[in-house]
Structures are given as structure tokens and as C-alpha cells.
């Protein structure tokens, strides 16, 4: 069975860091693309971040690039989401994903998902 | 980048009737992703690429569409469906994944 467990949520003050683990099982978690995705509360889904299987690439959105690293360690098969210069826009439970892999090719689609970290950044 | 406009916001349909919620993409796109996430429950994966039931989702689900209409169809509606549902997509240039703004189905 596929299980994400994310952790390392909390509450932070505005400007300091945060980092999410995210321990991975039930699957070969170095074939995977992974993914972080953030919903605010009452809110829909936003994409943070994603990487490539080995590390080498990595894609974010304007609202996180430059304050958000996104690194994985396949030998630990955990995913991980260091957060800096927080906001209190970045409140949110931050999701775990796994991208899809079929046919052959690695996919956008997110197949697989954890059960959320909160994270709140107040004074 | 593309913008993904979902619609109804929310929708209310008794058990056994149809529903069709549809994602608006701003520009043309090849496919499209739907999750399902029920109140206080982590998104699961519904449909993807366009109309393929991800495993374990009842075969009232169908997805449909192409360019810049999607749609997601439940046939007959049962009151384990209330959830709210979300399309997906992904741009190229520069790479970014999109979600639209979600529609909340409501069982009466």
C-alpha cells in the first residue's frame, strides 16, 4: 500500500523557517516524481513544488520561488519542503504527492497524496 | 499559463439524478486531471487524462472533453459522491501545474 506521512507542521512566526518531511512507503520511491501542494484554509489546491527522481530538477511557482526548496533523499525515500522568509499567505496544510508514472513517461497527474502537515505562520 | 475556471462554484442534485461539472481552460489543453476531496480528507486522484477512472472510482463517474472544455459526469448521483471536486492541468512554458477553483457537490 502507497502511504505519504507528512510531518514537521506547526506554528511560525512571520519571516522565520519551517521545513516538512515526508516519509514515503509502499512503493520504489526513487522512480518517482514528487510533489508538494499547499491549500489555504477554506481554499482550493496550489501547486508548490516538484522534483525530478534524482534531485537534479526542480519546478516551483512564482508566489514560492526563491523562499521554498523542495530536495528528496531516495536512500531515506523521504521527500522534503524547506520553507524560508514564511508569509502569512503560506498558512496552509501542506500535501505530500507523488506523481504519476505510466506508459512509460512520468506524468503531471498526482496519484497518490499524503494526509496533510499544518502549517500556520503568525505573530 | 493557463487559467482553469470550474463551473458550477457548487451544486446541490438529489440521489440518482445527473451532474456535470465543467472546467474552462483559457487556452486549448490535451487533457485533463479531476481529484475528488471530501470535507476534512486529503485529495484523491478521480479522473485522468480526460476520462480515465483512477482505480476504484464507481463507473458513474466519466470525463469528457477537449481544447477548452472538460467535463466531469456522475450519471446518477449517490450520497457518497458529496465532495468537492477539482480539475488539473499542467503548462509548459513556464512549467506549472494549475488547479481549478473547485466545485462543491452537495447531496439533498
Known amino acids: 500500500e502507497v502511504q505519504l506521512v507528512e510531518s514537521g507542521g506547526g506554528l511560525v512566526q512571520p519571516g522565520r523557517s519551517l521545513k516538512l518531511s515526508c516519509a514515503a512507503s509502499?512503493?520504489?520511491?526513487?522512480?518517482?516524481?514528487m510533489a508538494w501542494v499547499r491549500q489555504a484554509p477554506k481554499k482550493g489546491l496550489e501547486w508548490v513544488a516538484t522534483?525530478?527522481?534524482?534531485?537534479?530538477?526542480?519546478y516551483y511557482p512564482d508566489s514560492v520561488k526563491g523562499r521554498f526548496t523542495i530536495s528528496r533523499d531516495n536512500a531515506k525515500s523521504s521527500l522534503y519542503l524547506q520553507m524560508n522568509s514564511l508569509k502569512s499567505e503560506d498558512t496552509a496544510t501542506y500535501y505530500c504527492?507523488?506523481?504519476?508514472?505510466?506508459?512509460?513517461?512520468?506524468?503531471?497527474?498526482?496519484?497518490?497524496w499524503g494526509q496533510g502537515a499544518s502549517v500556520t505562520v503568525s505573530s | 499559463e493557463t487559467v482553469l475556471t470550474q463551473s458550477p462554484t457548487t451544486t446541490a442534485a438529489s440521489p440518482g439524478e445527473k451532474v456535470t461539472i465543467t472546467c474552462h481552460a483559457s487556452?486549448?489543453?490535451?487533457?485533463m486531471h479531476w481529484y475528488q476531496q471530501k470535507s476534512g480528507a486529503s485529495p484523491k486522484l478521480w479522473i485522468y487524462?480526460?476520462?480515465k477512472l483512477a482505480s476504484g472510482v464507481p463507473n458513474r463517474f466519466s470525463g469528457s472533453g477537449s481544447g477548452t472544455s472538460y467535463s466531469l459526469i456522475i450519471s446518477s448521483i449517490e450520497t457518497e459522491d458529496a465532495a468537492t471536486y477539482y480539475c488539473?492541468?499542467?503548462?509548459?512554458?513556464?512549467?506549472?501545474?494549475?488547479f481549478g477553483s473547485g466545485t462543491k457537490l452537495e447531496i439533498k
Open positions: 504527492a507523488r506523481h504519476g508514472y505510466y506508459d512509460g513517461y512520468y506524468h503531471d497527474v498526482m496519484d497518490a
Open positions: 509502499g512503493f520504489t520511491f526513487s522512480n518517482y516524481y
Open positions: 522534483i525530478s527522481t534524482s534531485g537534479s530538477r526542480t
Open positions: 487556452s486549448s489543453v490535451s487533457y
Open positions: 487524462d480526460t476520462s
Open positions: 488539473q492541468q499542467k503548462s509548459s512554458d513556464p512549467p506549472k501545474l494549475t
